[in-house]
Structure formats: C-alpha cells, structure tokens
C-alpha cells in the first residue's frame, strides 16, 4: 500500500542547502555543462560533484590538522583498529568513553583500518576519521566520513566549514575574523572543485573512443604546446591544501573565461609604461622585455605607438605583458590617475593568444613565425589568491630572477651539469616609481599588480633534444580522462614497452634524474631549489626520464657562506627572501619542496596505482641519496662538514614539515608554521 501523500515531507531541491560560495558558481557551471553537454539537466552536472568536492576538501582540512599539529589543538590520538583502547589519560570529553562507542559511527571497512581521533576539550567533542593507508612523512589517506563525536553520539561532518566553529573555540585560529575567512574560503574551494571537475567531465567525454596515449590526450585539453596541455588536466589543485582551489577575488565566470582547466586559450593584453616609472632588470648580455616582446608580438610596436599621449614617443615607454583579468579589474581602478596623466598606457586594440598554466599567472604565446616553436614564456601580475597568497609578482621577484639567473649560468659554467636545468629569467620590468627602492607600502603594491617576466620555454633548453618532451611533474599525478588512471601509469607503461623494465626501475631511474644534481647545488654551493611537482618538468625521451627543468626562481634559498668559498655572491633586492639565514634554511626549502612534495606525492601515487610498496619506493630514494653524498665526498671542493651536516638533516629520525594548514588557520601567508613528522628516509 502506498504511503499517504499527505505525510511525505515536499522535495528540497539541492540548490537550496548550498551554501553562498556553492550557489555562486551555479549558473556558471550550469551554462559551462549545457554548452558541452556534460549533464541533463545541466545544473545537475555541477550539484552532483558537489558531495565528493565536499568530503575531498573536508579530508584535505583534517589531514592537515593531524599532521599540522596546529596551535590550541591537543595532540591527535590514532587508534590501531576497532579493538583498540583510549589512552587513560584522553583529554576531556574522551576521557572515560569506550573506543567501541567512538568508532560505532564509522561504519569501518576492515579490521584493518586506523583511526585518527582529534580532541576538541574547549566544545566537548572529538573529531573521528578511519586511517586508510599513511604515507611517507606523516601524510594520511583518509576514509569513509568524517564525524563530530560527543559523549551524546555522533554526527556525520557534511562539509568542512561545520568544523570552523569547534576549531575556533579551541583558539586554532589567530583570531574570529581569521575563523570566518577561512570558513569562506573552504566554501570556495569546495564550490571551485566541484566546478573544475565538470572540466575533467567533458575532458572524459572527448577522450572517448581514442587511444590513451599522451599525444591523444593532449587533444583533449588542446594549448600552445604538449606540456601545457596536460598541465591542463590538473584540476585538484594543490595536493593536500584545504583551500586548494580558491580563487579569492575572482568570480566563477572569470575562471570560466581564464582558468586553466575551462580554456587552453585566453588574451595577452599590454602596458605602456613611462620609463621613469618602471625599473628594467636583465641578466647579463640579454634584451630588455620591451625589445623581446617587441620582437616576439608582430603589429605589438604599431599598437603602441598609436596608443600614446599626443607628443609622446615610443621610446620613452617600456611594456609590460599584463593579464586580461588585471587589465579589466585592476588597471582602471589601481592606476587611474596615471593613466589619466599618461604615466601608464593600456593599449586598447591589440592582444595575443596565449595559453594559461596551472598558476593562472603564467601563460605560454602561441607559436608564430616571430616566436618558433617554443616561445618563452611570461609571468605576470594577478591579484588573486590562490592557496595562501595573492598571486601578484612582486619587486623582489622581477628584480632577483635575472639576478638569480647570472648565478646560476655562473655555476652552471663550473659543473656541467648532466640532467639539471634551469629555465632562466633573463628580463622583467614592473611599474616603480621613483626614488625607489619600495620593499613595502603603497610603492610595492603599484609595483606588484603592474609587472611582467620572461621566463625560457622548457623546450628550448639544451637538455630538450628534439624527440624528448618535458612534462610538469604535476601533470604526472594528475588522472587520465581516458583511463582514470595517474598519468605516471601511462609513462610507467611506455618506459616498460622500450626497457622492458617495470616501475622499480622507473623510479631508480626517475631518481637518478632528479635527485643528485640538486643535493649537489645544495651542499656544494647552498642553494636550495623550490622544486616541488609543480615547478618542476621531467623530460622524457622514449619513456624514459633524461634530465629534470627547474622554473620559478621567487622561492629559491641561497646561504652566502657556501657561495662565497667560490667567489660567487648574488644581490638581491630588499626584503627579498633569496638569502637563507642558515642551513636549516636550506633545509627546510629543498627537503619539503623536493622530498616532501615531489617525491612523497609521486610515490604515494605509485604505490596506490602500481605494483611497488611504498617502503621499497622510499628504500630507493635513499639509496640515490646515500650514493650522491659519498660521490660528494669524493669532491675536494666540497667540505665534508657541510656534507654532513645536509646529510645527517636529511636522513633524521623525524623531518621538519611546512604546516600549510596550521599556517593558513593563524593567517600566515610567507612565515613558517612548523610541525615533526615521521621520516621516511631515517636509517
């Protein structure tokens, strides 16, 4: 017999429990799955990939309070399995309860499973999530939901903004307004990842009934070149970042129109700018980024000069690449009155299709007679914020990459080196007025939303030969629209189809690849490379990886100690955080940007997707590392003090991590937050 209608409760439709951020981007989304069709109805494509964006970005925010330790939050508890008992002395309100009645809610998949419980005293609960699979330092795959106990039961965590309050009243924030922004920006992210992965949807659908080679793929995501296309297929974000998809300050139908992941091609615009009003580093014996860009961009010069102030000559300007979000949002407000007065000229009537990378801010020209086949690629200013800092491109860093550009070709010189590359930043220009330098104030600020920088395409780097192919080594852990496989597993089954070898040897020898040249640098000269996976591109020849390209030189530490034994020594300008003010400093930059990030990514992924233990993948990486220290030692120009002292850091019994998460609760955007994790490397 069929229930009485008159007592079922009426249908809620989805959009009305969305929060704020959620339903911001639902007509965005709606339009972007009707225009492909992705989904009937086509809002339902986006309000479907809702729950899983909700559960990933709530699992990436637990993660990293258990492996962040943050501030005001008692030490996590982790239980070994459903038998498991609650140390006697639990911080209330756990104190007296049962591990039984805390993992009842679960619902565990095996008895295997471990679960991590983090006391929340301050509002007398706990936060439970079961413990898939721990990774190499301290990084946790986690489970099933995640619940909010108290000694009156437990409620399923829905979305991660629920934990805002709890976290809050344990003092894990800096202070309320900090609460409150971070819950804004898990709303976003949440609302940004559900839309980014209708991108992977319709990637999925192009992909279908193609072959899942690389070169296929790459037509589903079409750019400026192979690289770039598979850059676009990363549409997660950063890896474990609770906030991993913000965008704060652009709205849904802008990243429709300039996110990676929605288009291979958006709008190069240009600045004219006095040159009493712009500072023009170079590297040694290199062009200005006027004259390359005029040299590279046909009818660029004639634009320009049709642009300009009656009376005014082009010489007396120099150009800035500007991003077309900038140049709508924040040239007209930012620099009004000089454009009024002719300080700052937009060009108006002319543009260049460029194709953007994973960071927004840089983009990659389309090939033309002018450019070849690998132009160089552009860095620019966007006042976004992404992750925990907003994406402009400060003094500092068009200032310091021709800088850091003549050092590292001085290095170079000396070693030869085999498989390690830099793609060098030989010219920037940024707005600056005068009586500089302007380290911080409203000075910096003009500066850092009005600047440009050339950076060398990773295929015209001599370690590129012409069959090899460079990939970001954030594109490998991205997943196949074809297969919905990692990427790596398709390079792992091309390097067996040439080698006849498996993934052990992939990974020696992706290892011997990227691992020894940057120890080298490291101990040699102390400089400390920020090669995390996304600054990063292995280049492969035939399967097999042959030479590692390092890009993005804003992070790079540099100990004048090490470099001054060589007579080698680089200026930066102020406030700049090039000059390491120890080796812990080096460190921390090379060992969490290449070992915890990279490498720790990289054989997470393996280990899940192929046949290799993780524990063997780490065995290998020590080994490499263990070789490159006693090949170190064998140079006579390298002291055996500071070789022991990197090696006896990184080979410590715990490893000192860089608390994303604990940074971004206490508003930390270039401060350190630091927690102990275990180390997989430890003898």
């Not at 805390?102 to 499973?113: G, M, N, T, V, Y």
């Not at 800035?320 to 979000?325: F, I, N, S, T």
């Not at 720790?600 to 192929?610: D, F, G, K, N, V």
Request: glycine share 6%; net charge negative; proline share 9%.
């Amino acid at each position: 017999m069929p229930p009485d209608e008159s007592t079922l409760a009426p249908a809620v439709p989805p959009s009305l429990s969305l929060t704020d951020a959620e339903r911001a981007a639902l007509d965005a989304a709606t339009a972007y799955a009707r225009g492909h069709d992705l989904a009937e109805p086509a809002e339902s494509g986006y309000l479907d990939l809702l729950p899983d964006a909700r559960r990933n970005v709530l699992r990436r925010l637990v993660g990293g309070l258990l492996r962040g330790s943050p501030a005001g939050l008692p030490p996590a508890i982790t239980l070994s399995g459903p038998t498991a008992e609650l140390p006697a002395d639990a911080p209330r309100p756990l104190s007296g309860a049962t591990a039984e009645r805390l993992l009842a809610p679960l619902d565990l998949p095996d008895e295997r499973s471990a679960v991590a419980v983090l006391p929340c005293p301050a509002s007398g609960s706990a936060i439970v999530v079961a413990v898939a699979e721990r990774h190499g330092y301290g990084r946790v795959r986690l489970i099933g939901d995640v619940h909010r106990w108290t000694p009156g039961g437990a409620d399923r965590v829905d979305h991660p903004n629920e934990l805002v309050e709890p976290l809050n009243r344990e003092g894990a924030f800096s202070t309320g307004e900090q609460a409150r922004r971070i819950g804004a920006e898990l709303d976003e992210s949440v609302a940004n990842l559900a839309f980014a992965r209708l991108a992977r949807r319709r990637f999925a659908d192009r992909v279908a009934g193609r072959d899942a080679s690389i070169p296929a793929l790459a037509e589903v995501a079409p750019a400026a070149d192979l690289a770039s296309s598979l850059e676009r297929l990363v549409v997660e974000g950063h890896p474990f970042h609770p906030a991993a998809k913000i965008r704060r300050g652009m709205s849904p139908g802008a990243a429709l129109a300039y996110a990676p992941e929605f288009t291979g091609r958006i709008d190069l615009r240009f600045a004219a700018v006095r040159t009493d009003y712009v500072a023009r580093p170079t590297a040694t014996g290199e062009e200005s980024l006027t004259d390359r860009l005029y040299g590279a961009f046909e009818g660029l010069a004639d634009a320009v000069e049709a642009s300009l102030p009656a009376g005014r000559s082009p010489e007396e300007y120099a150009i800035v690449p500007v991003h077309p979000w900038q140049y709508h949002h924040v040239l007209p407000d930012r620099y009004g009155d000089r454009t009024a007065d002719g300080r700052v000229v937009p060009i108006p009537e002319y543009s260049r299709p460029v194709t953007p990378l994973l960071n927004l801010r840089t983009v990659v020209p389309c090939s033309t007679d002018r450019t070849g086949d690998s132009p160089p690629h552009l860095k620019l200013a966007i006042g976004v914020q992404t992750t925990n800092v907003v994406r402009t491109l400060s003094p500092q860093a068009a200032h310091n990459g021709p800088r850091i550009t003549d050092l590292l070709r001085s290095i170079e010189k000396r070693e030869s080196f085999g498989r390690l590359g830099f793609l060098d930043e030989p010219a920037a220009t940024c707005y600056h007025a005068p009586d500089g330098p302007h380290p911080e104030g409203e000075c910096f600020d003009d500066a850092r939303h009005l600047s440009g920088l050339l950076r060398e395409s990773p295929y015209a780097h001599p370690l590129v030969s012409e069959e090899a192919v460079p990939i970001a080594a954030s594109s490998l852990l991205a997943r196949s629209p074809a297969t919905d496989r990692p990427l790596v597993r398709e390079f792992t089954d091309r390097y067996a189809e040439t080698t006849g070898a498996g993934v052990e040897s992939f990974l020696t020898d992706y290892l011997e690849t990227v691992v020894p040249e940057q120890l080298l640098l490291l101990s040699k000269y102390g400089i400390a490379l920020e090669s995390h996976a996304q600054n990063t591109y292995v280049v492969f020849d035939g399967g097999r990886p042959v030479a590692t390209l390092i890009r993005d030189f804003g992070g790079i530490r540099a100990l004048d100690e090490r470099l001054r034994r060589y007579e080698i020594s680089v200026e930066t300008y102020p406030d700049s955080d090039v000059a390491a003010d120890g080796r812990r400093d080096l460190h921390r930059k090379l060992y969490y940007a290449l070992f915890q990030n990279h490498l720790a990514e990289l054989i997470a992924t393996l280990s899940r997707h192929a046949p290799i233990e993780e524990s063997t993948c780490w065995d290998l990486v020590r080994a490499e590392c263990e070789r490159t220290f006693d090949a170190l030692r064998a140079d006579p120009e390298a002291p055996d003090r500071w070789i022991a002292r990197d090696e006896e850091a990184l080979f410590a019994e715990s490893a000192e991590h860089k608390a994303l998460t604990a940074m971004r609760l206490r508003g930390k955007r270039h401060e350190y937050v630091t927690s102990r994790v275990p180390n997989p490397l430890a003898r």
